[in-house]
């Protein structure tokens, strides 16, 4: 028996969220069941995320026991087999015994990506949220810059799962631009159920003109989640990355035939000559 961590990427679209439950397909459970294909054992894959319906995710991490001599670079071959379209293993390898994807983990990183077209957009539509008007960029700035630091964000949390405290830190906020759309990033040592969601819907009506950087100020210290702004879909949300104190997939991923990317499969002899 060994321990598995596994860096998993997925289309939130076509599941209802990471967690197994009855009667609704998931990402845990595809993998359970790739897993039981490959191997015959009916294997728990704990996640370091429930992410919800609706939510993707570039860097979920995961881990699992398994009983098997496949190597770690043909266990993520062969499981990616098994998989079905919308999710996929990118890297895999063997963790210490003591690993726990969720409970090692020190923080994680989430982005939240809204289109800002006159129009729907005709691609995409369940990969970000979408505002068909201008936002204050400086504005929303500025309102991000209240909730970096650690602070008690009951008033951006929806009631879910009991917990011991709603004190959080939030390490870093960016708003990211580009021509017709815009990213906020966030990393923290952890999030309440919704509460990236509900930060990107609030700055969103910063952005609008609805909020000022004063009125988060003082929805934060209110603690009351019925002044802060709405919940943002679940289609732009991002899980993009897990902390943990020792490096995890830090080995390059390299294939039988070089590392992935373009012309990456060429050798030495076959490379294209220089112009």
């Not at 670079?73 to 690993?99: C, K, S």
Request: charged share 25%; proline share 4%; glycine share 10%.
């Amino acid at each position: 028996m060994r321990n598995v961590r596994a860096l998993i990427s997925y289309d939130g679209s076509k599941f209802y969220g990471w967690q197994r439950q009855a009667g609704f397909h998931s990402v845990q459970e595809g993998l359970e069941h790739a897993l039981l294909a490959l191997t015959g054992q009916s294997i728990v894959v704990h996640g370091s995320s429930r992410t919800d319906t609706g939510v993707h995710a570039l860097g979920q991490v995961a881990h699992f026991r398994l009983d098997t001599r496949l190597t770690d670079d043909r266990l993520r071959h062969a499981l990616n087999f098994y998989l079905e379209e919308g999710v996929a293993i990118r890297r895999l390898e063997t963790a210490p015994e003591d690993f726990h994807a969720r409970f090692s983990a020190l923080g994680k990183r989430y982005m939240y990506v809204t289109a800002t077209t006159r129009f729907r957009p005709p691609f995409g539509v369940q990969y970000s949220h979408w505002v068909p008007q201008a936002l204050a960029l400086a504005d929303m700035r500025a309102a991000a810059r209240v909730l970096v630091g650690e602070h008690d964000f009951s008033a951006f949390a929806s009631s879910g799962s009991p917990r011991r405290t709603n004190v959080r830190r939030v390490r870093s906020l960016h708003i990211i631009p580009r021509r017709e759309r815009f990213a906020l990033v966030i990393e923290g040592n952890g999030f309440l159920y919704n509460m990236v969601r509900t930060i990107a819907g609030t700055l969103i009506e910063v952005g609008k003109g609805s909020l000022s950087a004063a009125d988060v100020e003082r929805i934060l210290r209110s603690a009351d989640r019925s002044q802060a702004g709405p919940t943002a879909p679940a289609e732009g949300l991002y899980l993009v990355a897990v902390r943990y104190a020792e490096p995890v997939f830090a080995r390059r991923d390299r294939g039988e035939r070089g590392v992935p990317g373009l012309f990456g499969f060429l050798g030495p002899s076959r490379a294209p000559a220089e112009r």
